[in-house]
């Protein structure tokens, strides 16, 4: 439970820091773009608008900068993240909503799929020392890890999309699609899913596996492995109980770790298929400079990374006894 | 009930194959005590591998057989050997931290076995496990505890406990005793021999410490460099041990009773097996060395009831001929 | 040196170096294999492969494969130069939380820590958005700054299985400072782990700086990679057709990728000899081969 506790806090800790960098960020970059910002739409807003705008960017000179902070912090936590200046007059958290649920249906899956699947390879590959899976996957996987995310993107658009023309390639569904639960509608977000889905997993794949493969090769050679084999287990059981259970523990903690480059290659995959989620959006915010929808899309990225690592961690507490005692 | 004939493991290295075990044959009786000693790195832990079909690569068995109730263990397949483990043999290793899984529970552990060779009741299951438990002193409710939530000296009574789950024919133990303090040694010692006389099985007991093994075990083999070096009676041997290792290896203990004797090492390491030698293997260190040691190396002759391997008395055997060559 | 031994043998590490050998060739003497300027407009548009434009030419009139071999300096210069000093930061802070230990040992690690799980890439983002047209410099700063998280750690806790270790002792004793005692007596032992760290880094750094440009969030007009793939999508050369602009960059940044995740592997295989491919050899051939013996 103090465990539990500890990492809570850790993640308040992180989110506070993601907060800090959002306030400070803008004002220490050359140009001082918030300045800039707030001077741009100071005769077409509303006084109570341009009132949040400035708080967001701290321009209100007639504050000073520890309480310009206070006041943003207290924004953030009430869940006032301003005004989309592109989606004017949108409140920022409406624009964001409907990314989300896009980059959670595709990007969630594909992660746990590709952590699953991963980790599974690397299992029968260190279980089969030697064998087929073994020498072909740790080379080929070392090499699809290092190609960049958009790539493998844009080369599925090429061969899948162009070329053979199976499925398409941009948008989140059909346009002319309409939206709700009707299995046309359904039907064409699933066939939009699959190559960016594709794109995510395989790209994602390589490092799962590869962690995984080598912590099973170092817990194989462990004498309690050796002591079930003495005792006459099944090779299955073995391989799962003593040596996977064993093995995946650290790994959970760098699926953590990794999130954070999974993210990023989300974001690119999003970018090159025209995916409406959260990371084509903060592109987009970015090419607009919608200064406030940006920062809101960077914490809620963070938050969802932060998220996934408190449950990697509660994962870990639950399947290592040892971290149960501990400290 | 076992036999062990000529029994070589090779470890693979890429350049010259290692010999860890060269040609190593000895039998154990039922209810027998057999004591093997050695030097770190003499090959005796590999050799107690090699007998369980334990051995991963790039270790391997290369020649020799070991027979066990009547078949050859080596070259049988996991299906095939589980029928036999740990209802009739079952292993002791010498970290008990090491060698039950972390994240499993005592229970578990015991149950997973149970469970492989055929028990399905959820009230056996239970019933054993609190059975032996209770058979090396360690109370049943720990049952449920893990691994690193027990004191060191219960762990090794736990894993011995678990060893005992079928009251097999053999247990064989890797130094069972050596991450223990000494006074928790001997009383772990003392539980091992316990069992052994209420259960009736036998042991091969693995160890480096010559003096804690001397009060328990019948028969003694002495390894080195992978090799028996001598190999009779206990009492036998410390009373009158006939090979330069051997009685080096007990003048280096010290005697409770008796005079103050300087202690005396035995000087130089180990050979590097490596590299093949022609040749006795302990030549370097010993200090009743033969011209002949240096180019033949001895084979093992039965003397005064034992076996011993050097030429020291190779020539008091009746019909044995001086071995030519380098050894094989 | 039987670390270098081990290290020509095997083939993963032979690979890898022989690639971004080839790469630092390329970036060294761009002009003894690309004829042409790399930025010239010069040419006839949206060429395909030819004698004279062995991947055709851009959008804009330019050659392909100018532009790949002059933009290897770039990505070259920012993999090194960001690939070294976020090992350095990461070797400073790792190391010295693991010898100091306690207090300065938390607070280091914590931060890290934050560092580390702040989503690296959205970041980038953020700080490039703000700065608008990140040139080279820039994109090293960047990148060294929020790029150390990661090898820092595990250099940390490498640097705390050695903090232990006699020859450690020895040094305290002698009276040594701390100071000394990491540079001179920890960083030596860590070598091998510190070159993997920075493969690391610049393996990231140069799909992170790709990327980043990538999204136009470099500066369009350089020579790079990323540029090339920017400018590939902003001309919709793959829906035209024009599949080499976007094939070249790409395959570029795989190799080069490729080439610090080959030395990388091969590092850790050295390193601990269990990784190393196992031949799988019968034991019954075996047995029959050496049955003669008993």
């Known amino acids: ?327 | 009930m076992l036999e062990v004939s000529g029994l070589t493991v090779e470890y693979a290295t890429g350049k010259a194959p290692v010999l860890a075990v060269d040609d190593v044959s000895f039998s154990v009786e039922d209810g027998e005590f057999l004591g093997i000693v050695g030097e770190s790195g003499c090959g005796k832990s590999t050799l107690l591998f090699a007998m369980a079909q334990l051995l991963s690569p790039p270790a391997q068995i290369t020649a020799g057989s070991v027979t066990f109730s009547g078949k050859n263990l080596v070259g049988m397949t996991d299906k095939q050997l589980s029928a036999l483990r740990w209802q009739k043999l079952s292993v002791v290793m010498q970290s008990a931290m090491n060698a039950l899984n972390p994240v499993k529970s005592v229970a578990a552990q015991f149950a997973d076995a149970l469970r492989a060779h055929g028990m399905t009741s959820r009230k056996a299951i239970a019933g054993r496990s609190a059975e032996v438990l209770r058979l090396v002193g360690v109370d049943p409710v720990h049952l449920k505890s893990f691994p690193h939530q027990l004191s060191g000296g219960m762990r090794q009574r736990a894993m011995i406990a678990m060893a005992l789950l079928f009251t097999p024919e053999l247990v064989i133990m890797d130094e069972p005793t050596s991450a223990l303090d000494v006074v928790a040694q001997r009383s772990l010692m003392v539980q091992i021999k316990e069992l052994q006389r209420e259960l009736g099985f036998a042991i091969v007991f693995v160890t480096h410490d010559m003096s804690l093994v001397s009060h328990f075990s019948d028969r003694l083999m002495v390894m080195y460099a992978g090799q028996v070096a001598e190999l009779g009676g206990t009492r036998q041997i410390f009373d009158n041990p006939l090979h330069p290792y051997s009685k080096g290896l007990l003048e280096a203990f010290p005697g409770i009773r008796g005079p103050k004797v300087p202690l005396k090492g035995i000087p130089g390491a180990p050979p590097d097996l490596s590299i093949v030698q022609n040749g006795c293997r302990f030549l370097p260190r010993c200090p009743q060395r033969l011209d002949e040691c240096a180019t033949t190396a001895p084979e093992l002759v039965p003397r005064d009831g034992s076996t011993v391997r050097c030429l020291l008395y190779a020539g008091a055997c009746t019909n044995a001929q001086p071995s030519t060559g380098a050894k094989k | 040196m039987r670390f270098l031994r081990a290290f020509t043998r095997n083939p993963k590490a032979a690979t890898g170096a022989v690639l971004l050998a080839a790469f630092v060739v390329l970036a060294l003497f761009p002009g003894l294999f690309a004829h042409d300027s790399p930025t010239a407009e010069l040419y006839q548009r949206n060429l395909g492969p030819s004698a004279q434009h062995l991947f055709g030419t851009t959008g804009l009139g330019q050659d392909i494969f100018a532009q790949a071999v002059y933009g290897t300096q770039q990505v070259l210069i920012i993999a090194f130069g960001a690939g070294l000093a976020s090992t350095v930061i990461a070797a400073a802070i790792g190391v010295a939380a693991a010898y100091l230990g306690g207090f300065w040992d938390a607070i280091l690690s914590l931060f890290t820590d934050v560092v580390l799980v702040i989503p690296l890439f959205p970041l980038l983002i953020v700080i490039a958005a703000y700065v608008h047209n990140s040139g080279t410099t820039v994109m090293i700063a960047v990148l060294t700054f929020t790029g150390w998280s990661y090898t820092a750690r595990q250099l940390r806790s490498q640097a705390l299985s050695l903090r232990n270790r006699d020859f450690l002792a020895a040094a305290k004793v002698r009276g040594e400072r701390a100071r000394y005692v990491i540079v001179v007596e920890i960083l030596p032992t860590m070598i091998s782990l510190l070159v993997a760290a920075f493969l690391t880094n610049a393996l990231y750094d140069v799909l992170f700086a790709s990327s980043l440009q990538f999204i136009g969030l470099g500066d369009p007009n350089s020579t790079s990679w990323g540029t090339m793939l920017y400018w590939a999508q902003n001309n919709e050369a793959l829906q035209a057709g024009y599949y080499l602009q976007a094939i070249v960059p790409g395959a570029c940044i795989a190799l080069l990728g490729a080439s610090f995740a080959l030395l990388n592997y091969a590092f850790d295989e050295i390193g601990n000899p269990a990784l190393r491919p196992v031949r799988r050899r019968r034991q019954r051939a075996l047995l029959v081969r050496r049955l003669s013996r008993a």
């Open chain 1, 1 to 327: 439970m103090r465990f539990v506790l500890r990492r809570a806090g850790f993640f308040l800790l992180t989110l506070w820091a993601a907060v800090t960098l959002n306030f400070f960020l803008p004002r220490m970059m050359p140009g001082n773009p918030a300045v800039a910002m707030v001077a741009k739409f100071r005769g077409r807003v509303t006084g109570q608008e341009l009132a949040s705008l400035e708080t967001l960017f701290g321009v209100n000179s007639g504050q000073s900068l520890p309480v310009q902070y206070v006041h943003y912090i207290g924004d953030i936590a009430t869940g006032n993240f301003g005004t989309s200046l592109f989606y004017f007059p949108s409140p920022v958290i409406d624009v964001v909503r409907g990314a989300v649920f896009w980059t959670l249906g595709l990007f969630g899956v594909a992660t746990i799929l590709a952590f699953i699947l991963g980790t599974g390879v690397g299992i029968v590959a260190a279980w089969r020392r030697g064998g087929l899976v073994d020498s072909i996957a740790p080379p080929v996987l070392v090499i699809t890890s290092a190609i960049p995310y958009f790539w493998v993107g844009m080369m599925f658009i090429l061969i899948f999309g162009l070329k053979l023309q199976w499925l398409p390639w941009s948008g989140g569904a059909d346009l002319t699609a309409t939206p709700g639960w009707n299995p046309a509608y359904v039907g064409s977000v699933l066939e939009h899913a699959v190559l960016p889905g594709l794109a995510l997993l395989i790209t994602a794949i390589g490092t799962w596996t590869l962690t995984m493969r080598n912590n099973m090769v170092t817990t194989l050679a462990e004498d309690y492995v050796r002591m079930a084999r003495a005792k006459g287990l099944k090779s299955t059981r073995i391989m799962l109980d003593y040596a996977a259970r064993n093995a995946i523990l650290p790994n959970l903690t760098g699926f953590a770790m990794s999130l954070g480059f999974v993210v990023g290659g989300a974001i690119l995959i999003e970018y090159v298929f025209n995916y409406p989620g959260v990371g084509y959006m903060l592109l987009q915010a970015v090419e607009n400079e919608d200064y406030p929808l940006m920062q809101a899309l960077f914490l809620l990225i963070t938050v969802a990374v932060l998220v996934a690592i408190l449950l990697a961690d509660i994962a870990t507490a639950i399947f290592d006894p040892r971290t149960r005692s501990s400290e």
